[in-house]
């Protein structure tokens, strides 16, 4: 039986996982979440996540959400290098992933609430909270750019679970507006994944269809 990922195509962190499993060779079965029609909330959905948040994966009998947590879950079923070669690379891209989740992806997210969300509720977005985001993705994005001038990827210098993780926010930046194109380097390394990972790049169209189909629905133009 196929491992089911809930969650709704125009969402990065479903992308993160999807790509994850398709570069781990994976079978997964996708459950399509209308996030857009309140289906994360439905009595059903938050039997599996009570957050109301997507994506989530079940396994059998075994429930899981947040994605960082779902892709070390499937590297270590599948036995792949993607969560790490030795213990030392484990905790590399461990750190990565925390960093990400509570310093980087994090202030996507909530740019991504403002500009866009809101715009889908008829709703201004809040420039101070635009701004601070702003300033605090500058901040991670300038040591990821230093990082990444003697680096081809985040741990090793090849491709493991930290960089589907810190790709997440450019899922949306090219409608979000969130300053990742000031980094070349930053630029660079994502032109990267979407040449060598098909699953990055096919996962990309998946999530602009989604998007911006949305957005036109709507009538809404940025």
């Not at 300033?135 to 210098?157: F, N, Q, S, T």
Request: hydrophobic share 45%.
């Amino acid at each position: 039986m196929a491992i089911k990922i809930y969650g709704d195509p125009g969402s990065g962190s479903r992308r993160r996982v999807t790509a994850a499993a398709a570069a781990m060779g994976i079978d997964i079965e996708i459950v399509n979440v209308d996030l857009f029609k309140g289906e994360s909330h439905t009595p059903e959905f938050l039997e599996l996540n009570p957050h109301g948040l997507s994506p989530v994966m079940v396994d059998g009998d075994f429930v899981l959400y947040e994605s960082a947590a779902i892709n070390l879950y499937l590297a270590e079923k599948a036995g792949s290098d993607l969560a790490g070669k030795t213990i030392r690379e484990k905790y590399e891209i461990l750190q990565w992933m925390f960093w990400s989740g509570e310093q980087w992806r994090i202030f996507a997210t909530l740019t991504f609430d403002e500009v866009l969300g809101k715009r889908f509720m008829g709703r201004p977005a809040d420039e101070t909270i635009v701004q601070l985001a702003a300033d605090k993705i500058r901040a991670g994005a300038a040591v990821l750019d230093a990082h990444l001038a003697e680096h081809d990827y985040i741990v090793g210098d090849r491709l493991t679970l930290a960089d589907f993780d810190i790709a997440g926010p450019f899922s949306q930046n090219e409608r979000t507006k969130i300053p990742l194109n000031e980094f070349p380097n930053l630029v660079a390394w994502q032109q990267r994944l979407l040449d060598t990972v098909p699953g990055w790049a096919a996962t990309k169209r998946e999530v602009d269809e989604r998007i911006d189909g949305a957005l036109a629905g709507a009538g809404i133009e940025l």
